[in-house]
T-cell receptor
Framework: EAGVAQSPRYKIIEKRQSVAFWCNPISGHATLYWYQQILGQGPKLLIQFQNNGVVDDSQLPKDRFSAERLKGVDSTLKIQPAKLEDSAVYLC???????????????FGEGSRLTVL | AQSVTQLGSHVSVSEGALVLLRCNYSSSVPPYLFWYVQYPNQGLQLLLKYTTGATLVKGINGFEAEFKKSETSFHLTKPSAHMSDAAEYFCAVSDQDDKIIFGKGTRLHILP
């Protein structure tokens, strides 16, 4: 079974530029998450999708971050314009679970490391 | 809302010694609890989980954790540390809607 795929693995941009990250979850996984992991901290949930609908985006800075999951499979996370404090690893995860239940075992990709100069 | 507190951002143990990583949680409903491990430049990997039933949970690589409701704890242990256990460990809690909240992590150092 193929794992969660993310790209690019590394990205360096200057502040005020834009960047996009892509995630392909495990086949058949209905729920997809984007987490932000700042150095020395635990992953922070940015957005959770159930199929192609948003379940929770309460911690997504919507003035600069956007995410979509067209057709309920792949997802992209965009930052525009980037700030210095956006430097972090962006982790994508997926799970079989349906909203309202399930065991919540997340399968993570290797992450996309963003450096904003 | 649920939350997780991990005591100690860094823990050092000698090779062969007991590993104990502490985790306390807060949840308004019976929680699901998890420990994840993250090796350098990799994503997180599930070590073990507690959902219902037996409170002592065994995971991969010889790790185990015990759910203690009275103490709201879910500490991670391993009887004998190996060099390969050096990594960052995250405790996490879910309130069963698939929303998982992670602690800040504990970096485990193994001393030769």
């Amino acid at each position: 079974e193929a794992g969660v795929a993310q790209s690019p693995r590394y990205k360096i941009i200057e502040k005020r530029q834009s960047v996009a990250f892509w995630c392909n979850p495990i086949s058949g996984h209905a729920t997809l998450y984007w987490y932000q992991q700042i150095l020395g901290q635990g992953p922070k949930l940015l957005i959770q999708f159930q199929n192609n609908g948003v379940v929770d985006d309460s911690q997504l800075p919507k003035d600069r971050f956007s995410a979509e999951r067209l057709k309920g499979v792949d997802s992209t996370l965009k930052i525009q314009p980037a700030k210095l404090e956006d430097s972090a690893v962006y982790l994508c995860a997926s799970t079989r679970g349906e909203a309202g239940g399930a065991t919540g075992e997340l399968f993570f990709g290797e992450g996309s490391r963003l450096t904003v100069l | 809302a649920q939350s997780v507190t991990q005591l100690g951002s860094h823990v050092s143990v000698s090779e062969g010694a007991l590993v104990l990583l502490r985790c306390n949680y807060s949840s308004s409903v019976p929680p699901y609890l998890f420990w994840y491990v993250q090796y350098p430049n990799q994503g997180l990997q599930l070590l073990l989980k507690y959902t219902t039933g037996a409170t002592l949970v065994k995971g991969i690589n010889g790790f185990e954790a015990e759910f203690k409701k009275s103490e709201t704890s879910f500490h991670l242990t391993k009887p004998s540390a190996h060099m390969s256990d050096a990594a960052e460990y995250f405790c996490a809690v879910s309130d069963q809607d698939d929303k998982i909240i992670f602690g800040k992590g504990t970096r485990l150092h193994i001393l030769p």
